[in-house]
Each structure stands twice: as C-alpha cells, then as structure tokens.
DNA sequence: TTTATTAATGCGACTTTGTTGCAAAATTAA
DNA sequence: TTAATTTTGCAACAAAGTCGCATTAATAAA
C-alpha cells in the first residue's frame, strides 16, 4: 500500500509543523480553515503515527493528542518517545518535555509503549 | 455533604482491594455478581477518588482505571502519586509501578497531577 | 421506634471520541 | 487518457463518561 500525496495531508502536517505542540482532532478541526471530515482527520493523524511522523499522547481527558516529530533522534527510523508530555490546564496547550525518563521495570517486564503526561500551568500561565 | 454508607460502595471497594490492580469500570462492572448501573459504578469511583482513597490512571485506551491506594504515602491525607503505572498488553492487568519518579519541569511550570503509562508485558505473559 | 432530611441509586437521555463500511473522488502509474 | 488503487466524505455505529430527575435508602432528629 503505497502512499499518496494529497491536500488534506498536507494541510495537517503544516498545522501541526507550525503549531510545534500536540494537537488534538478537535483543535486542528478548528485550525483548519475549510471544514474537513473527522473520520479522515483521524485517518491521517493514525496515518502519520503509524510512519512515526508524529507520535501520540493520551491525556488524562482520555483524548489524543498527536504532535509532529521534530527533536526525536531516530535511530533507523524508530523514535524514541520516552519523553514526557505537559499539558497547561489554563491555556490547554500540550507540548513536549526534552527529558528522556528511563523507567526501571521489574524482572520480566518488557515495555512497549510509552505514555506519560503532566497535567499543571505552564510558564506563560503560572 | 457528608458521606453515606451504601452497599454498592462496600462492593466496589472490596473488589479494588483484593483486585490489586487498577481496574476499568468494565471490569468492576463484571467483578459483581449483581448489576449495578454504570452511572453509580462511575459516581462511586470519582467520589472515591475525591475522597483519596483511590488514584485515577489514564490508559492509552483513553479509559479510566482506578486502584485502591495500598502503598501510598500520605503526608497530611495528600496522596503522592507520583508513579507509573504498568499495563499488560496481553493479559489486561493493570498494576502500580513501585518506584517513585521526579520530573525536572522548565522553569515556571507547576506540576499539578501525573499521569505515567507504560504498555508492555507483564512477567507473566512475557 | 417513627419520622424527616438528604445523600446515593437507577433510569434514561445525551455528548464526545474514535472507528468502520461503502460509494465517490483524487492520485499515481501505465 | 485510461486503469488501478489510495483517500476522502458520508453515514452509521460503539463505547466511555456525564447529567437531570424521580425514587430509594441511610442517617439524624423527634
């Protein structure tokens, strides 16, 4: 499945290129100035996630929150995402922590994925 | 307003404690041998949660799960919660991590809540 | 013990997030 | 220009979680 160039993709990664925060379906929704399907909203964030052109946050909303790669050293291509998310609860913008965290895991535990957000005010809203 | 003791409280709290686990409503909801409506099961929580008997996780599911605070400091009745906690890809569980973790913020940032996931395999399914 | 107060429950309706099937539109290759 | 196939839009859907309101049940008062 190869894949293609088209506007709706385009117009999303320029958002979130932009933005340089983690944007929910709901705020680029509201970025984009033509209305846009939300089902291919999705498609396209899951899309990109899935190249590892952005990653993915949960909030603690329960929501998604996707933000495009920018600082990720990606060795053959897989990112390491072991970094922290903060999320301003005032401004409602969710950005990235620089700190990589390493999690010391019990015996026999493997990690697969990664997801850790801090919820607090940010400088601009402290 | 002051706190009542109810049957359907007892239950939920007896299956948070001798779970172990952090738990889903969904999986509560079939821990009881009787129904119970949804709109109670999640009422009971949050108050539990209010109340700080309980600490709150987000998975990357975007469900909430919820385990009883065995091991938790607290200072003044204020939880520290300020762990990971661990899900299990293949089994479902949900369990506390035990290390405590410090996360340098920028300068101007406030820390108000936490949330820490990590999905992977668990020492039994690994 | 009986009654009055008010917190907790159950039911229903609702909102929001996110997904999926399918036909129409758009992109790429031939 | 045509053919192949990926994307999109629309609609329908499932699941999580919340809320209003009448009824039930737990506590306090008489």
Redesign the pocket.
Known sequence: ?????????AKILNILKSSGSAL???MLQSELEAE?????I???L??FYDDGLVHKV?GDD???YFAYCAGCDKPNNKHNHNHFHFKCLKCGNVECLQDKIQIPLPKGYVLKDFNGLISGYCNRCS
């Open positions: 499945m190869k894949r293609r160039r088209t506007q709706s993709q929910s379906h709901e846009m399907d939300r089902a291919t999705y498609r396209v899951n899309r949960v329960g929501i998604q």
